[in-house]
């Protein structure tokens, strides 16, 4: 059974950076696309960034681009997401998932179960 284990979340000021990890175990890693969702208190679960298996197509919900970046390494089963210029509005649980596209993640889907999370909070 397949693994998410995020993690790197954290406290810190608008403007910040920060570099969140997602190591899978089980499965083969690049196999699949990986994508970064995020759930703030009280709302649902929304797409972030996805990345296709080989890293040479990624995806990214309007709001992030130009601040987000997603990239895997494949020799590592990892996935990462580097958030710079960070806002209030950013800050959620943020979740790794995989599936067989990005365009399936774009909408939504993913294959197995959800990580734990790593949340991530900006102060103003």
């Known amino acids: 059974q397949v693994q998410l284990v995020e993690s790197g979340g954290g406290l810190v000021q608008a403007g910040g950076s920060l570099r969140l990890s997602c190591v899978t175990s089980?499965?083969?890693?690049?196999?699949?696309?990986m994508g970064w969702f995020r759930q703030a208190p009280g709302q649902e679960r929304e797409f972030v960034a996805a990345i296709s298996r080989d890293g040479g197509t990624t995806n990214y919900e309007d709001s992030v681009k130009g601040r987000f970046t997603i990239s895997r390494d494949n020799a590592k089963n990892t996935v990462y997401l580097q958030i710079n210029s960070l806002k209030p509005e950013d800050t959620a649980v943020y979740y790794c998932a995989r599936d067989l596209t990005t365009a399936r993640l774009r909408v939504g889907n993913h294959l197995g179960s959800w990580g734990q999370g790593t949340q991530v909070t900006v102060s103003s």
């Open positions: 089980g499965g083969i890693f690049s196999s699949y696309a």
